[in-house]
């Protein structure tokens, strides 16, 4: 049963950094681009960032670049996105999202499979 | 890419025929993937491609089109479809979401 586990979510003042983490189990994971997507409360979905099966390329939403970095360690099954100069705006569950291939961007074929959400809250 | 999805909520009852729209604000080709999502869960994949259904999903729930209009059809609603569908294209980044659409009880 392929899982995916997010966790790191938590309280931050805005400035502030985090790190959110994706554990996941039962594919190879390699060979699969992923994503992060997330939904402020009450509110939409909204695509943040996606990152290649080998980490080759990566591609992050306009409102995120520069402040996010996704990234993967292969050997560890896990994704990661890292959050600097966070924002009230941020304020969102962050749900991390397996793709149907290896390529991430354009051309891809949706989020097969998500995660539960981790709560990230940007607040002083 | 902006994508109007309609209605914003859809009042139905169980046996109904639903439709909802997705427009693209341009040609995504068939890069048009359909989400359901319930309270205090993760979104679902239901269709991906335009028309593809996703495994395990039952097939009352059937999408069309291409280029910029699509649909999502849920051919007799059952109780537990009462949720919000929301559509994403992936033809180019940023990826982008429809608004939603609630699907409620009338």
């Known amino acids: 049963e392929i899982q995916l586990v997010e966790s790191g979510g938590d309280l931050v003042q805005p400035g502030g950094s985090l790190r959110l983490s994706c554990a996941a189990s039962g594919f190879t994971f390699s060979s699969y681009a992923m994503s992060w997507v997330r939904q402020a409360p009450g509110k939409g979905l909204q695509w943040v960032s996606s990152i290649s099966g080998s980490a080759g390329s990566a591609y992050s939403a306009d409102s995120v670049k520069g402040r996010f970095t996704i990234s993967r360690d292969n050997s560890k099954n896990t994704l990661y996105l890292q959050m600097t100069s966070l924002r009230a705006e941020d304020t969102a569950v962050y749900y991390c999202a397996k793709e149907m291939g290896l390529s991430a961007g354009s051309g891809t074929q949706g989020f097969e499979v998500w995660g539960q959400g981790t709560m990230v809250t940007v607040s002083s | ?106």
Not at chain 2, 28 to 34: A, F, T, V
Not at chain 2, 43 to 71: C, E, N, Q
């Open chain 2, 1 to 106: 890419i902006h994508m109007a999805q309609s209605p914003a909520s859809l009042p139905a009852s169980v046996g109904d025929r639903v439709t909802i729209t997705c427009r693209a604000s341009q040609s995504i080709n068939k890069y048009l993937h359909w989400y359901q999502q319930k309270p205090g869960k993760a979104p679902k994949l239901l269709i991906y491609a335009a028309s593809s259904l996703h495994a395990g999903v039952p097939s009352r729930f059937s999408g069309g089109g291409s280029g910029t209009d699509f649909t999502l059809t849920i051919s007799s609603l059952q109780p537990e479809d009462f949720a919000t569908y929301y559509c994403q294209q992936s033809y180019i980044t940023p990826f982008t979401f429809g608004g939603g659409t609630k699907v409620e009880i009338k």
